[in-house]
C-alpha cells in the first residue's frame, strides 16, 4: 500500500526565540530553592492537595516510584522527601489535571499542532482516550478500544513477514509491562525490540559484559558512602541524578574524595546544599568535587591513558600502587596493557585531554594509595564513536586498583530512565539469548525467533528503506529522542501503521505512519484496580534491586488502561485465543506475569514476596569476583585506541545535553538554572576566546550546521552564550540539536549515535536578539 497522501507535518516545530535572559550559573545546586521549585511546579500542574498526597508517596516503601530517573533509594528513607526538585517535576508533569482530549483533536489538525514547540505540546496534559488518525485525515479522533486493537490485528496479519514489525520500548515501563511486551513481540515472531537504552548506556552494557562479565553496575548505593575516592566522568548528577548528590555528601562526611571529570564545571559538583537536611535548607553547602579535570569532548581516553601511565610508573618503583595480587587472580591483559601504555607520549595525552598537568597530578597523588575507588558515569561517557572503549579505559582502572566486589569499590554506570535496567533484564532486547529462548520454550510453550533483531539506528534504516511497516512504542518520543531527526521522520512516515502507547502528547504523535494510534495509559503515580483489586508493578533500579510501585492518585480518566492490560489485549486480539499463552489472565493479574518472570528472566525469584519492602538485588557475579563466563575465566584489562577527530579550523566539537527543565524529550519549562539561562532553549555554550576569534558577541543568532559523508545538516536559530567550557568545545540542548546528528554515526559494537561528539560549523546570522531585563 504506497502512502502517497502525504501530511504537511513540521518535523522540528517553530523556531521562535522566547525572550531569553541571562543570570549567574548558580554554584550550588538544590538548597532551599530546589524544594521550593519543585513545589511551586507541582503545585501549578497538579493542584495543592493532589500534590502534597503524591508527593508524600513517592519513593515511599508504600507508594511509588519516581517517574524520574533510576538512582536508588536509601534503606532509611527520610520521611518527608525521598525525592529531588527534578523528581517533583516529572511527578507534577504526569500527574497533571490538563488533558488533551478529543475536543482538542477536533480543533487541531496534526499538522497545526505540529507547528508548536514540544514544550507548548506537552502543556497539552495527559491523553485520555484512544484516538485513531486515518489514512488521508489530518484530524486524530475517537476510536474504541476494540476497534483499535481490531486495526491493529488487521495490519500485522497483513505484513508479509513478522521482522516488517518493531517494538521500540521506553524506560518507563514496569517489569510486567516489558516482559509481557517482549513476549508478545517474540510470539508474534520477531526480535525487532530497539530500546531507549540502544542510545544511552548500551555502550556501558558492551563494554563491562566484555570486560567483566555482566552489562550493569556492582556498586550498591552503600558502596557510595564507603569508598576513598569517587569519579564522576560524563555526568551531571546536580540535573539528572540529583538524588546521587545526598550519597556523594555522605562519602565526604566519610572522608571520601570526588574526581569530576567534565569539560563543564557542573553546579552540584562545585557547590551542594542539602534539601534534607536543615543546613541544606539554611545554607552552608558542600564542596563536592575536590578536583574538576574539564576534559576537551571526547578525550577522557587520552586523560585516563595519561593517569594509568603515571600510576604504572610509580608501580614500576614500589609494586605497590597496582593491586598485584587482584591482577595475578582475577584478570588477563595485564601484560599487553603495561606494553602498550608505556609507549604514549605524555606531552601528547596531556595536549589532547587539554587539562592542567598540575591537576593529573593531583588525580594520581589520590587515587595512588587508594583502594575503595568508584567510577560513575553516563552519557558524557557513552555517546560517542569510541563510547565502548571510554568505558573500558575506565574499567581498567578499576581492575589494577582491585577496586571491585569489596565495599566502596566498583562500577557505577548511573542508568537513566526510571525502570531501563530492569526492562532489559525481562527481555527487551535485539539480540538473541539462547538461554531465555529456552526457558520461553519450556515455560511459555511457544518457539521464540532465533534470528537477532533490529536496534534503534537499524529500526530507522528498516523504516526508511520500507523494510519494516508496522511500528509500535511503548513509551517513548522516539522521532526526537533518535539522531538525526529529518531522516527518523522520513523513517516513521514510510509507515502504514504506528502505534503508541502513551500518557501525554508528543512530536511522534503527529509525525505518523498512514494510519496512527495513540493507546493512552496510566502513569505509575495512579491507582491501578483491576475488577476491585488494585495491582502494583516491580521496577529495577540503577544497582540491579527490583521492588514494588503502587501508585496513589486516581486515573486522570476513567478510559485510559494500563500497560500490561493493552498490551494484553492486543495480544489476546491478534491471535483470538489461538496461543497457549494466556494473555489476557496476565493482563489483568500482574501476579501472574511475576510468576512467569520468574520462570523465564535471569536471577527473577519469588519475585511477588521479594519485592516488598526494601526489595531484593538481582545476582551480579562482579560482587562475587566470579568472571567464570569470560575468555579464561577472568576479567579483562583491555588495549583501547586513541580516538581519532580532525576538527577543521573552523569547526567545534558538539554535545547535545540536557538543561535542568528538562526530561529528555519532555520539556518541563525553559530555564537552565544552574548554567544561568533563562525563558530559552536554542542556544550554544562557547568559549569567549572562540567567539572573539569568529567575531561572535553575546546573543548573536547563529545557525549550526554538520557534514558527514558529504551530506549537510542545519539547525537554525540558536543564540551564542560565552561560557566557561574548553575551547573548540560547544554545547547545546537536545533534542533540537539533534538534526545535526548523522544516524549512520555511532559508537562502535554498540550502535549508540554520537550525540555528545558531534562535528559542526557555526555560521553567523545579521540579527541579533535583545535580553529581557
Ligand atoms: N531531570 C532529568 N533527569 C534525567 C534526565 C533528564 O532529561 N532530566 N534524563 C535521564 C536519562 S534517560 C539519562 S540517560 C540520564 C542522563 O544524565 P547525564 O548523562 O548526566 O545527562 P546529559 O545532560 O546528557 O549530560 C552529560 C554530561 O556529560 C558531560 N560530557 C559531555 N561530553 C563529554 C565527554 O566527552 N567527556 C566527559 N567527561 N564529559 C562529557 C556534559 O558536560 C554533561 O555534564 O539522566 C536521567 N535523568
Ligand atoms: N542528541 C541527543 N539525543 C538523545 C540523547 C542525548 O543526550 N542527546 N539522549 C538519549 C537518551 S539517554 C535516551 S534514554 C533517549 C530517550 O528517549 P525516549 O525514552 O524515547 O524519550 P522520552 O523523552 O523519555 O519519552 C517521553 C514520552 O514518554 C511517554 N511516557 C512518559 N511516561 C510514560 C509511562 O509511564 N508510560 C508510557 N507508556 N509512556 C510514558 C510520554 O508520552 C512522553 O512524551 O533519548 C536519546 N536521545
Ligand atoms: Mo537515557
Same mark, same amino acid.
Given at each position: 500500500?504506497?502512502?502517497?497522501?502525504?501530511?504537511?507535518?513540521?518535523?522540528?516545530? /517553530?523556531?521562535?526565540?522566547?525572550?531569553?535572559?541571562?543570570?549567574?550559573?548558580?554554584?550550588?545546586?538544590?538548597?532551599?530553592?530546589?524544594?521550593?521549585?519543585?513545589?511551586?511546579?507541582?503545585?501549578?500542574?497538579?493542584?495543592?492537595?493532589?500534590?502534597?498526597?503524591?508527593?508524600?508517596?513517592?519513593?515511599?516503601?508504600?507508594?511509588?516510584?519516581?517517574?524520574?530517573?533510576?538512582?536508588?533509594?536509601?534503606?532509611?528513607?527520610?520521611?518527608?522527601?525521598?525525592?529531588?526538585?527534578?523528581?517533583?517535576?516529572?511527578?507534577?508533569?504526569?500527574?497533571?489535571?490538563?488533558?488533551? !482530549?478529543?475536543?482538542?483533536?477536533?480543533?487541531?489538525?496534526?499538522? *497545526?499542532?505540529?507547528?508548536?514547540? !514540544?514544550?507548548?505540546?506537552?502543556?497539552?496534559?495527559?491523553?485520555?482516550?484512544?484516538?485513531?488518525?486515518?489514512? @488521508?485525515?489530518?484530524?486524530?479522533?475517537?476510536?474504541?478500544?476494540?476497534?483499535?486493537?481490531?486495526?491493529?490485528?488487521?495490519?500485522?496479519?497483513?505484513?508479509?513477514?513478522?521482522?516488517?514489525?518493531?517494538?521500540?520500548?521506553?524506560?518507563?515501563?514496569?517489569?510486567?509491562?516489558? #516482559?509481557?511486551?517482549?513476549?508478545?513481540?517474540?510470539?508474534?515472531?520477531?526480535? @525487532?525490540?530497539?530500546?531507549?537504552?540502544?542510545?544511552?548506556? *548500551?555502550?556501558?552494557?558492551?563494554?563491562?559484559?566484555?570486560?567483566?562479565?555482566?552489562?550493569?553496575?556492582?556498586?550498591?548505593?552503600?558502596?557510595?558512602?564507603?569508598?576513598?575516592?569517587?569519579?564522576?566522568?560524563?555526568?551531571?548528577?546536580?540535573?539528572?541524578?540529583?538524588?546521587?548528590?545526598?550519597?556523594?555528601?555522605?562519602?565526604?562526611?566519610?572522608?571520601?574524595?570526588?574526581?569530576?571529570?567534565?569539560?563543564?564545571?557542573?553546579?552540584?559538583?562545585?557547590?551542594?546544599? @542539602?534539601?534534607?537536611?536543615?543546613?541544606?535548607?539554611?545554607?552552608?553547602?558542600?564542596?563536592?568535587? !575536590?578536583?574538576?579535570?574539564?576534559?576537551?569532548?571526547?578525550?577522557?581516553?587520552?586523560?585516563?591513558?595519561?593517569?594509568?601511565?603515571?600510576?604504572?610508573?610509580? !608501580?614500576?618503583?614500589?609494586?605497590?600502587?597496582?593491586?598485584?595480587?587482584? /591482577?595475578?587472580?582475577?584478570?588477563?591483559?595485564?601484560?599487553?596493557?603495561?606494553?602498550?601504555?608505556?609507549?604514549?607520549?605524555?606531552?601528547?595525552?596531556?595536549?589532547?585531554?587539554?587539562?592542567?598537568?598540575?591537576?593529573?597530578?593531583?588525580?594520581?597523588?589520590?587515587?595512588?594509595?587508594?583502594?575503595?575507588?568508584?567510577?560513575?558515569?553516563?552519557?558524557?561517557?557513552?555517546?560517542?564513536?569510541?563510547?565502548?572503549?571510554?568505558?573500558?579505559?575506565?574499567?581498567?582502572?578499576?581492575?589494577?586498583?582491585?577496586?571491585?566486589?569489596?565495599?566502596?569499590?566498583?562500577?557505577?554506570?548511573?542508568?537513566?530512565?526510571?525502570?531501563?535496567?530492569?526492562?532489559?533484564?525481562?527481555?527487551?532486547?535485539?539480540?538473541?539469548?539462547?538461554?531465555?529462548?529456552?526457558?520461553?520454550? %519450556?515455560?511459555?510453550?511457544?518457539?521464540?525467533?532465533?534470528?537477532?533483531?533490529?536496534?534503534?539506528?537499524?529500526?530507522?534504516?528498516?523504516?526508511?528503506?520500507?523494510?519494516?511497516?508496522?511500528?509500535?512504542?511503548?513509551?517513548?518520543?522516539?522521532?526526537?529522542?533518535?539522531?538525526?531527526? &529529518?531522516?527518523?521522520?522520513?523513517?516513521?512516515?514510510?509507515?502504514?501503521?504506528?502505534?503508541?502507547?502513551?500518557?501525554?502528547?508528543?512530536?511522534?504523535?503527529?509525525?505518523?505512519?498512514?494510519?496512527?494510534?495513540?493507546?493512552?495509559?496510566?502513569?505509575?503515580? %495512579?491507582?491501578?484496580?483491576?475488577?476491585?483489586?488494585?495491582?502494583?508493578?516491580?521496577?529495577?533500579?540503577?544497582?540491579?534491586?527490583?521492588? +514494588?510501585?503502587?501508585?496513589?492518585?486516581? $486515573?486522570?480518566?476513567?478510559?485510559?488502561?494500563?500497560?500490561?492490560?493493552?498490551?494484553?489485549?492486543?495480544?489476546?486480539?491478534?491471535?483470538?485465543?489461538?496461543?497457549? =499463552?494466556?494473555?489476557?489472565?496476565?493482563?489483568?493479574?500482574?501476579?501472574?506475569?511475576?510468576?512467569?518472570?520468574?520462570?523465564?528472566?535471569?536471577?527473577?525469584?519469588?519475585?511477588?514476596?521479594?519485592?516488598?519492602?526494601?526489595?531484593?538485588?538481582?545476582?551480579?557475579?562482579?560482587? &562475587?569476583?566470579?568472571?567464570?563466563?569470560?575468555?579464561?575465566?577472568?576479567? +579483562?584489562?583491555? =588495549?583501547?585506541?586513541?580516538? +581519532?577527530?580532525?576538527?577543521?579550523?573552523?569547526? #567545534?566539537?558538539?554535545?547535545?545535553?540536557?538543561?535542568?527543565?528538562?526530561?529528555?524529550?519532555?520539556?518541563?519549562?525553559?530555564?537552565?538554572?544552574?548554567?544561568?539561562?533563562?525563558?530559552?532553549?536554542?542556544?550554544?555554550?562557547?568559549? +569567549?576566546?572562540?567567539?572573539?576569534?569568529?567575531?561572535?558577541?553575546?546573543?548573536?543568532?547563529?545557525?549550526?550546521?554538520?557534514?558527514?559523508?558529504?551530506?549537510?545538516?542545519?539547525?537554525?536559530? #540558536?543564540?551564542?552564550?560565552?561560557?566557561?567550557? $574548553?575551547?573548540? &568545545?560547544?554545547?547545546?540542548?537536545?533534542?533540537?540539536?539533534?538534526?545535526? =546528528? $548523522?544516524?549512520?554515526?555511532?559508537?562502535?559494537?554498540?550502535?549508540? $549515535?554520537?550525540?555528545?561528539?558531534?562535528?559542526?560549523?557555526?555560521?553567523?546570522?545579521?540579527?541579533? =536578539?535583545?535580553?529581557?531585563?
Amino acid at each position: 500500500m504506497a502512502n502517497d497522501f502525504k501530511r504537511n507535518v513540521s518535523i522540528t516545530g /517553530i523556531e521562535e526565540f522566547t525572550n531569553i535572559r541571562l543570570g549567574e550559573p548558580v554554584r550550588d545546586a538544590a538548597g532551599m530553592l530546589g524544594v521550593k521549585e519543585a513545589l511551586k511546579h507541582g503545585f501549578k500542574e497538579m493542584g495543592v492537595l493532589r500534590s502534597m498526597g503524591a508527593l508524600l508517596k513517592m519513593n515511599q516503601k508504600d507508594g511509588f516510584d519516581c517517574p524520574s530517573c533510576a538512582w536508588p533509594d536509601p534503606e532509611n528513607r527520610s520521611l518527608v522527601a525521598e525525592y529531588c526538585e527534578n523528581g517533583a517535576k516529572a511527578l507534577a508533569d504526569e500527574a497533571t489535571t490538563a488533558k488533551a !482530549d478529543a475536543g482538542l483533536f477536533k480543533k487541531w489538525t496534526v499538522e *497545526e499542532l505540529s507547528q508548536l514547540s !514540544d514544550y507548548e505540546l506537552n502543556k497539552f496534559g495527559r491523553l485520555i482516550e484512544p484516538l485513531v488518525l486515518r489514512p @488521508n485525515s489530518v484530524h486524530y479522533e475517537p476510536i474504541t478500544w476494540t476497534e483499535a486493537y481490531g486495526l491493529i490485528a488487521k495490519h500485522l496479519e497483513r505484513l508479509e513477514h513478522p521482522d516488517e514489525a518493531i517494538f521500540y520500548t521506553s524506560g518507563r515501563s514496569s517489569n510486567e509491562a516489558a #516482559f509481557l511486551y517482549g513476549m508478545f513481540a517474540r510470539a508474534f515472531g520477531t526480535n @525487532n525490540m530497539p530500546d531507549c537504552s540502544n542510545m544511552c548506556h *548500551e555502550s556501558s552494557g558492551v563494554a563491562l559484559g566484555e570486560t567483566l562479565g555482566i552489562g550493569k553496575g556492582s556498586t550498591v548505593l552503600e558502596d557510595l558512602y564507603e569508598a576513598e575516592v569517587i569519579i564522576i566522568a560524563g555526568q551531571n548528577p546536580g540535573t539528572n541524578h540529583p538524588r546521587m548528590m545526598s550519597a556523594l555528601e555522605k562519602c565526604k562526611n566519610n572522608g571520601g574524595k570526588i574526581i569530576s571529570i567534565n569539560p563543564l564545571e557542573e553546579s552540584g559538583l562545585v557547590n551542594f546544599k @542539602n534539601p534534607q537536611h536543615l543546613s541544606g535548607t539554611l545554607g552552608g553547602g558542600v564542596q563536592m568535587a !575536590d578536583l574538576h579535570l574539564p576534559v576537551n569532548i571526547n578525550q577522557d581516553i587520552p586523560l585516563m591513558k595519561l593517569i594509568l601511565k603515571k600510576l604504572a610508573t610509580l !608501580d614500576s618503583i614500589d609494586h605497590k600502587v597496582f593491586d598485584h595480587a587482584f /591482577i595475578e587472580k582475577y584478570t588477563a591483559g595485564y601484560d599487553a596493557f603495561l606494553e602498550g601504555i608505556m609507549q604514549y607520549d605524555e606531552a601528547d595525552l596531556l595536549a589532547r585531554a587539554g587539562v592542567k598537568e598540575s591537576d593529573v597530578n593531583k588525580a594520581v597523588a589520590m587515587l595512588r594509595n587508594s583502594e575503595r575507588i568508584i567510577v560513575c558515569w553516563a552519557m558524557g561517557l557513552t555517546q560517542h564513536k569510541n563510547g565502548v572503549e571510554n568505558i573500558r579505559e575506565f574499567v581498567n582502572l578499576l581492575l589494577l586498583k582491585g577496586a571491585l566486589g569489596k565495599p566502596g569499590a566498583g562500577t557505577c554506570p548511573v542508568r537513566g530512565h526510571s525502570n531501563v535496567q530492569g526492562d532489559r533484564s525481562v527481555g527487551i532486547q535485539h539480540f538473541v539469548d539462547e538461554a531465555m529462548n529456552a526457558r520461553i520454550k %519450556e515455560f511459555m510453550h511457544f518457539d521464540p525467533p532465533t534470528k537477532k533483531g533490529l536496534d534503534v539506528v537499524e529500526s530507522m534504516e528498516a523504516m526508511h528503506d520500507g523494510k519494516a511497516k508496522a511500528f509500535f512504542c511503548l513509551g517513548g518520543n522516539f522521532l526526537m529522542a533518535a539522531s538525526d531527526t &529529518n531522516y527518523t521522520a522520513e523513517a516513521i512516515q514510510n509507515c502504514e501503521l504506528s502505534v503508541q502507547i502513551s500518557t501525554k502528547l508528543n512530536r511522534t504523535h503527529l509525525v505518523t505512519g498512514n494510519t496512527a494510534l495513540i493507546l493512552p495509559t496510566l502513569g505509575r503515580s %495512579e491507582k491501578d484496580n483491576m475488577k476491585g483489586k488494585q495491582q502494583y508493578f516491580t521496577v529495577e533500579n540503577s544497582m540491579g534491586k527490583v521492588s +514494588q510501585s503502587k501508585g496513589i492518585l486516581k $486515573p486522570v480518566s476513567g478510559n485510559v488502561k494500563s500497560e500490561p492490560l493493552i498490551i494484553a489485549e492486543i495480544a489476546d486480539s491478534y491471535f483470538k485465543g489461538n496461543h497457549p =499463552v494466556n494473555w489476557k489472565a496476565m493482563g489483568e493479574d500482574y501476579g501472574i506475569i511475576r510468576e512467569y518472570i520468574d520462570l523465564v528472566a535471569k536471577g527473577f525469584n519469588d519475585t511477588s514476596k521479594r519485592s516488598e519492602g526494601h526489595g531484593y538485588y538481582l545476582p551480579n557475579n562482579v560482587r &562475587n569476583l566470579d568472571f567464570s563466563m569470560l575468555p579464561e575465566g577472568r576479567a +579483562q584489562i583491555t =588495549v583501547n585506541k586513541l580516538p +581519532q577527530h580532525t576538527l577543521a579550523e573552523d569547526e #567545534f566539537m558538539l554535545m547535545t545535553i540536557r538543561s535542568h527543565d528538562q526530561f529528555n524529550t519532555t520539556i518541563y519549562g525553559l530555564n537552565d538554572r544552574y548554567r544561568g539561562v533563562y525563558n530559552e532553549r536554542r542556544i550554544v555554550f562557547m568559549n +569567549q576566546k572562540d567567539m572573539d576569534k569568529l567575531g561572535l558577541q553575546k546573543l548573536d543568532v547563529v545557525d549550526i550546521t554538520s557534514e558527514y559523508d558529504g551530506i549537510l545538516r542545519k539547525a537554525n536559530k #540558536f543564540l551564542m552564550i560565552p561560557y566557561n567550557i $574548553p575551547k573548540g &568545545n560547544i554545547a547545546s540542548y537536545f533534542p533540537e540539536t539533534n538534526i545535526l =546528528v $548523522p544516524y549512520n554515526h555511532f559508537a562502535e559494537r554498540s550502535q549508540t $549515535p554520537i550525540s555528545k561528539s558531534v562535528r559542526v560549523k557555526i555560521h553567523k546570522q545579521i540579527k541579533k =536578539v535583545d535580553e529581557v531585563v
